[in-house]
């Protein structure tokens, strides 16, 4: 029922995180104060609040976010190319290239 575990060292990772801030008082009562809880890992959160720690989508969801921007750059790609191809963009290049060089 209730929690005093704030001379602790706690991974923050996404999961725990977001366990710690939105569930941890549904299930328990924590009886020292929540800025006590601190990061000990990663590196780069050392020191911080658990409370205050913001992570980032690439951080929590690596795998979805990179294949989502993979598959943004393919389909810009893809536009540019059938765009090209529809309006003829090589030809008008290669015209205005001749036409400078005359």
């Known amino acids: 029922q209730y929690l005093e575990a704030s001379n602790n060292n706690f991974v923050c990772s ?7 801030r939105h569930d941890v008082d549904h299930f328990i009562t924590i ?13 780069t959160l050392r020191g911080d609040a658990v409370d205050s720690v913001r992570l980032s ?3 929590c969801y690596m795998i979805p976010a990179v294949l989502v921007l993979c598959s943004l750059i393919i389909i810009v790609l893809g536009l540019i190319v059938v765009t090209c191809y529809k309006f003829h963009i090589i ?12």
């Open 91 to 102: 030809w008008y290049l290669h015209m205005t290239k001749a036409w400078i060089q005359a």
């Open 57 to 59: 989508v690439f951080e």
């Open 31 to 43: 009886r020292d104060n929540r800025h006590y809880y601190v990061c000990d890992t990663p590196f």
């Open 14 to 20: 996404c999961e725990f995180v977001s366990f710690f």
